[in-house]
């Protein structure tokens, strides 16, 4: 079974710019999340769909920051425009449904990301 | 919002030493989780606790949910090489949903 996917493995923009970020949860898998990793900092929450719905983005950190998760498969995270502060490794995450199903979170390898 | 305080930040260590590390929180947690993270890979759980004074083993890890509910620690015995990496633990609160917050993580270094 394939796991988490990520991509792109690393970016480096400029400060201004955009940038999408896609990941590819387990199949099956209805949870999926976004999490950051800043300057060797913790893992931080940033969103959890529910298939294609928003169930929370209260990590989002402001309104450059976009994602979606059309047909409630694949998601993307877009970052517009891109801020020195964006910098870290985004993570996705899935999991199943069910109280601690939905605990249980694999994560993919990351993304990346460097603004300049 | 919720923080979990994980000590220590690092550790070096001989080839077949046992090596704890452990999570505190101000709040009570319903679930506590351990991961690890190895370099260019994104973290991996090692194991899940759900109830107070759960103990539970995978290999030779061994991972405790405390009685309180607020800490958790992680046991390695017998380390490997291979055992080095950032370990992080992670929890899961009463109203925070699904969503999980992490401990900065423990660089784990493993001298052969």
């Known amino acids: 079974e394939a796991g988490v996917t990520q991509f792109p493995s690393h970016s480096v923009i400029e400060k201004g710019q955009t940038v999408t970020l896609r990941c590819d949860p387990i199949?099956?898998?209805?949870?999926l999340y976004w999490y950051r990793r800043v300057m060797g900092k913790e893992i931080k929450f940033l969103l959890h769909f529910v298939k294609e719905s928003k169930q929370d983005e209260s990590g989002m950190p402001n309104n450059r920051f976009l994602a979606e998760r059309t047909g409630g498969t694949y998601s993307t995270l877009k970052v517009q425009p891109a801020e020195l502060e964006d910098s870290g490794v985004y993570f996705c995450a899935s999991s199943l449904r069910g109280t601690r199903s939905s605990y249980e979170q694999y994560f993919g390898p990351g993304t990346r990301l460097t603004v300049t | 919002g919720q923080q979990l305080n994980q000590s220590p930040q690092s550790m070096f260590i001989q080839e077949g030493e046992d090596v704890s590390m452990n999570c505190t929180s101000s709040s009570i947690f319903n679930t506590w989780l351990w991961y690890k993270q190895d370099p260019g890979e994104g973290p991996v759980l090692l194991i899940a606790?759900?109830?107070?004074?759960e103990l539970t083993s995978n290999g030779r890890l061994t991972a405790q949910f405390g009685i309180t509910r607020k800490d958790s620690f992680l046991n390695i015995s017998a380390s490997i090489p291979s055992d080095v990496g950032i370990y992080f633990c992670?929890?899961?609160?009463?109203?925070?949903?699904?969503?999980?917050?992490f401990g900065e993580g423990t660089q784990l270094t493993v001298n052969p």
């Open positions: 606790l759900y109830k107070a004074g």
């Open positions: 992670a929890g899961q609160w009463e109203t925070s949903g699904s969503r999980l917050t």
């Open positions: 199949s099956g898998h209805d949870n």
